[in-house]
């Protein structure tokens, strides 16, 4: 169907005269007689009845026209969808519960005027930065494990997100009643991470930690979810598993959870915001300064980080 032959009918329905549409659309009044013809050829049916005092809508007139409406909404919203400045600012959080989630509802709460569209694209570094090569999302959050200048001419990355760990365990383990815990003691205890993808950037950076401390992570296991998981661990005496400080878990009162700060050094987990330095979206300029305001550096923290984070 015609869109700008049911936008014609719709303005000289509202205009109530084919002369004041043809003004309302610039177009001439022949044009518009032509677009409402060819309308009714179209659907097979008479829109207008005209007389010596104008025109009046038919019966399938007025059938038609809250459809003809609806289809210029439609229209509008499938052109802002995917018009820079007039959509949403689609961003890749990977999860919604680690710390890229947290700092993007965070600036919401800063800018809540801007659109966003939270997608968790379920894909490592290399795949989401093609997500963001191919304009599937406008950013997304990974940590970069190659050097800028074999990235992908467009993309740019700048680092905004150094995420500590905590050790999280139940009651009953060893390490539960610490305020804080080192890698050292860390090496004495199982870390179970079950379903970790091999070949990932976060499965790097745990290779490189596990090397760096001597540290056993478990990946043995079926994954049965998150809950699962935290159940598992409230249960047991032995198992812990490691956290971001801004990952979101609940779980509830009874299981006695306990979240460690790990230090001496603590280990960080360095997360980028990636992008297509060509992006128009004027959103993307406030959620980089905003990010890059949020980044604070502890310098009177000694930390740890993988080679490719330094």
């Keep these: 169907m015609n869109l700008d032959a049911v936008r014609t009918f719709v303005a000289a329905v509202d205009a109530g005269q084919f002369q004041d549409a043809a003004a309302a659309l610039s177009i001439t009044q022949q044009a518009v007689s032509k677009r409402i013809a060819a309308l009714e050829k179209d659907l097979g049916v008479r829109l207008f009845t005209r007389t010596a005092r104008g025109t009046h809508l ?36 990977h999860s919604r519960r680690i710390a890229p989630a947290v700092l993007l509802q965070d600036f919401h709460r800063a800018h809540p005027r801007i659109e966003l569209d939270v997608v968790t694209l379920d894909a490592d570094v290399h795949a989401a930065m093609a997500a963001v090569e191919a304009g599937t999302v406008d950013a997304t959050f990974h940590a970069v494990t190659v050097a800028a200048r074999h990235l992908p001419a467009a993309i740019r990355t700048t680092r905004v997100i150094d995420e500590y760990h905590e050790l999280l365990v139940g009651p009953r383990h060893a390490l539960a009643n610490a305020r804080v815990v080192t890698p050292a003691q860390l090496a004495e205890h199982r870390i179970w991470m079950p379903g970790m993808a091999p070949g990932t950037e976060w499965s790097d950076y745990y290779d490189e930690l596990a090397a760096a401390f001597g540290l056993t ?19 047991s005496a032995e198992l812990a598993t490691l956290a971001g400080v801004r990952t979101r878990y609940l779980w509830p009162d009874s299981y006695d959870l306990r979240r460690v700060p790990v230090r001496g050094p603590a280990p960080v987990y360095p997360m980028s915001l990636i992008w297509r330095d060509d992006n128009p979206h004027p959103a993307l300029r406030a959620l980089r300064a905003y990010l890059a305001s949020r980044r604070v550096q502890a310098t009177d923290i000694e930390v740890w980080l993988p080679p490719w984070g330094q």
């Excluded at 229209?75 to 995917?82: G, H, K, L």
């Excluded at 998981?229 to 409230?234: M, N, S």
Aim: charged share 30%.
């Design 58 to 93: 038919t019966v399938d007139g007025q059938t038609f026209l809250p459809h003809a409406r609806e289809l210029l909404r439609a229209e509008a919203r499938a052109d802002a969808s995917v018009r820079p400045g007039r959509r949403a600012l689609r961003v890749d959080v």
């Design 217 to 235: 992570i478990d990946l043995v296991g079926p994954v049965f979810g998150n809950e699962a998981l935290l159940a598992e661990i409230a249960d």
